[in-house]
Structures are given as C-alpha cells and as structure tokens.
C-alpha cells in the first residue's frame, strides 16, 4: 500500500460501537446458543461458564500448555496479549481468539466423545435443511433456459447476497436475515469477468465464508464457472475447524454437496458436476491454518501467498475475509481498493455483504448519499453489498483495470 498512511486498527473498547457490541453482547449469545444446542456435560459446562465470565470482565487467557496449536498462537500474538482486557486488542484478534477459547471450552480438539464435535453443527443443518433452502435451489431451473451471460451474472449475485446467510450475524439481526438490499455500493463486476474469460484454463481460488446458504450458491457459481469453460481448475479454502458460527469447514463443503446432488433438476445437475470436479481433480479443497487466522492476509504465510500467486482470480467471500483483506482499520470510505490490496500476490475480487465498519474503495458520492440517507447504520446492516476487484495485484500496478 504505496501512498497510504496506516489507518487506526479497530478495537472493541469504544461503548456502544459495533465492535463492542460484537464482544459484550454477541458473544456471549453465541455461548448460550451453543450450550442449548447439544448437551455438553458438567465439566464442559463449568470450562463455558469460565468463557462466559471472562467474555464480560476478564482478561485474554493463553491456552493451556498442552494446546496442539500454542505455539502458532504465540506467533499469532497471543503472548503479547494474554492477560490484556478482550476489549482493549484488536477487536479482528480478540473475535478469532473467543472462536478458539470456545472450541477449547468444548472439547473439539481434545480425545473424548466431544472431539471434533461443532458446537455449530446444528444451527448449520436446520439451514442447510430449511425449506427455503430447496425453494433456492428450485429457482434454478427457471434460470436453464436463460442466456449464459445473464446466468453467470444471476449466479454471481448469488454468491454475493448468499453472505447475507451468517448465523453469526443473525444472532444480533433480530432472528432474520435483513430485508432485501437495494444494491451494490461498488461494483466491478466488469472487472471480474474479464479475469475469467471464455476458453479459460486458469484456476479460480475461492476463499469461502460461511456453509449452508452462503456455500450452496458458491457452489453453483464454481460449477457453472467450470461447465461454461471459464476456469479448468478451482481451489476451494475452507477453514479447518468451526469458527464464527457459520463459516464452512470441510464437513460442511461434503454436507452441501450431498444436500446438491439429492436435489431434483438443475442443481441435481449441478451437484453431480461438482462431484466428478472432486474426484477427477478439477475441484480441491484447502483448509490452511492461516484461514482461522486472527490476523490480516497481508501476513499470510509463503505457502498461502504462492498458492494464490498462481491462480487466474483469487475471490474472497463475506466481511470477515473483507476485514482481513483491506486490514480492520478505520480507513477513510474512498481509500482505493487497489492501494489496499496491491501486496495481494495476484488479481483479487471482494464479494462482500457490509457486516461491519471497514470499508474503502467508494467514490465520494456514494458514501455522501449513504451517510444521507442512513448515517453509519450502512456499514454494519447488512442491506448492502460490494464487488471490488484488483487486477493487477501481485504485479505492482496500482489500478483496478487489468
Ligand atoms: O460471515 P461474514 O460475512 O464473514 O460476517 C461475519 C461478521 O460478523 C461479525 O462477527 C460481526 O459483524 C464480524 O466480525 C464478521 O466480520
């Protein structure tokens, strides 16, 4: 990011902001979701207890000393924080460190019945297994016989308004997902299209976010992306263990596939695409530690980086990835979206439904006209959404045109 001054890193100790709601009140909503969804016995109850407690007044706890992941922790920054107020370290820390205290107050990782259990597993099937999700899937075949281009155009926005399907995110929404959207707030979608060309062989990494009905449309985006010939290869990054209520693990990738394939129609169809995409190769899964990261991807790891060096597009999916990808700063709205992800190793696409405070890339007039009409409730609604592409990420160019 040539030119541009480091924002303020966003914290959670500001009284009534949206970070600090996130802490003081979401999270402890999520531990009382978690315990009335499966019956965690009395030792597991105390370790949620302890969780709840510390979520209100204490302080960042290290994990034990036999933890398997201590010492990435510690390099993650766990060490400098430890012992400090949740609410006083970066907030995009402190919310990824809260999903690792609750795995550990319920057994995920430890031998036992509850080892590798996901305390999200239920709120994540009563979704995937809503009515409404076949209703979704049935529309399909009303869009068959439509112009490929309109298709791709429907599928994409599919993908994109899918973010608004966070469980996470419902919790404090008021039980539902919010009223339709008037539109995208930025939109180069243009951009993205041009990355992904007609009788392309590229490889496309999709960087998912949450399961259900956010990671059914993704699907259904990658699958016709691959039968139009757009891309030979995708690589689909899912986190490797539960995190923010809803966000895709490898379980919950097989769980969408299988609800796809027993589908009638076109997302029959589909679902038996990407099914023969996994098994000849052409569809890969990745669930690299750096995904449950408490940290922004310009501090991705090698491996990570040389991965998505070498595809055609890299799209990442929801606001957490967004807050990761321009960094959880306070950054003024019109901050070009290039300057903020040139060190992104190849071309990058944002779909994002705007969950929380950071943004950038707008033009002057949009964020007037949104301020206008809605103060800053714009920000962490919900109700809008963007597509910002940087296609010359990773080559030094600082502009959005490839
Ligand atoms: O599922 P998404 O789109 O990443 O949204 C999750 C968002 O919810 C929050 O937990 C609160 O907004 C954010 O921390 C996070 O950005």
Redesign the pocket.
């Known amino acids: 990011m040539p030119d541009t001054a480091p924002a303020p890193v966003i914290l959670g100790n500001e009284t009534g902001s949206?970070p600090h709601s996130?802490l003081a009140e979401?999270h402890p909503a999520i531990i009382r979701q978690v315990r009335a969804s499966l019956p965690y016995g009395p030792h597991r109850q105390r370790a949620l207890d302890a969780l709840l407690a510390g979520c209100a007044d204490g302080v960042i706890e290290p994990l034990p000393a036999d933890a398997h992941d201590r010492d990435r922790w510690a390099a993650w920054g766990l060490d400098t924080y430890a012992g400090q107020s949740w609410f006083d370290v970066p907030w995009l820390w402190s919310?990824s460190y809260f999903y690792r205290r609750l795995l550990e107050a319920v057994g995920y990782f430890r031998p036992g019945p509850e080892h590798a259990v996901d305390p999200f597993r239920p709120v994540k099937t009563a979704e995937l297994d809503a009515p409404r999700t076949d209703e979704e899937l049935s529309a399909l075949d009303r869009l068959e016989s439509r112009p490929a281009g309109e298709r791709a155009r429907a599928l994409l926005h599919g993908s994109l308004w899918g973010?608004r399907a966070?469980l996470?995110?419902r919790l404090s929404a008021g039980g539902d997902t919010p009223a339709a959207a008037p539109g995208l707030v930025a939109d180069d979608s243009e951009i993205l299209w041009s990355l992904l060309p007609p009788a392309g062989s590229g490889t496309l990494c999709l960087v998912a976010?949450?399961a259900g009905r956010?990671l059914v449309p993704d699907l259904l985006l990658v699958a016709h992306l691959l039968a139009e010939g757009r891309i030979g290869r995708v690589v689909l990054h899912v986190k490797p263990y539960p995190y923010?209520v809803?966000?895709a693990t490898p379980a919950d990738l097989l769980d969408a596939l299988r609800r796809l394939t027993a589908a009638p129609g076109a997302a029959g169809a589909y679902g038996r695409l990407l099914w023969s995409a996994v098994t000849d190769g052409r569809l890969t899964v990745r669930a690299h530690p750096f995904s449950c990261g408490p940290l922004p991807y310009a501090e991705m790891p090698g491996d990570l980086r040389a991965e998505f060096a070498a595809a055609a597009l890299t799209v990442v999916k929801?606001?957490?990835?967004y807050?990761r990808l321009v960094g959880d700063r306070r950054w003024p709205p019109t901050t070009p979206f290039a300057d903020l992800t040139d060190y992104f190793p190849g071309p990058v696409a944002a779909l994002?439904?705007l969950?929380?405070d950071v943004i950038c890339g707008l033009d002057a007039g949009t964020e007037a006209a949104l301020v206008a009409a809605e103060g800053q409730r714009w920000r962490?609604a919900g109700t809008h959404a963007l597509i910002q592409v940087n296609a010359g990420a990773g080559t030094g160019r600082t502009s959005g045109a490839p």
């Open positions: 949206f996130v979401r919310e973010n966070d996470g995110f976010d949450n956010e923010y809803s966000d929801g606001d957490l990835n807050r994002r439904t969950k929380s962490t």
